[in-house]
């Protein structure tokens, strides 16, 4: 089979049989996109800590006033963090995690 493009006009597309995993659903899907929707017994669960994860994501709990003074102090160089309370607040949150402490 040989398609011919002649400037201006477009090639016709072909047909697209959607398909669905749903085996009672049958195997012929609705090509024009007009077929009600079924319902079905899909459901999700959202654990604490995807919850957790999207809130940070958000920015929600952040102190951005603290945040804020942080970068100044790092920016005119007057930030000198403790790197022994560091440290400490590594191996509790690895032993949170599920790590062995050292």
Do not use: C, H, W
Not at 54 to 83: C, F, M, N, Q
């Amino acid at each position: 089979m040989t398609t011919t493009i002649k400037p201006g006009i477009q090639a016709p597309q072909p047909q697209v049989q959607l398909r669905t995993q749903n085996p009672a659903a049958g195997s012929a899907g609705s090509t024009q996109g007009t077929g009600a929707v079924r319902p079905s017994d899909d459901s999700v669960k959202i654990t604490d800590s995807a919850k957790a994860l999207d809130a940070a994501s958000r920015g929600d709990g952040i102190d951005t006033k603290r945040v804020d003074e942080i970068r100044a102090r790092l920016a005119d160089g007057t930030y000198k963090p403790d790197a022994q309370a560091i440290a400490s607040k590594f191996l509790a949150l690895e032993g949170q995690m599920g790590g062995s402490k050292a």
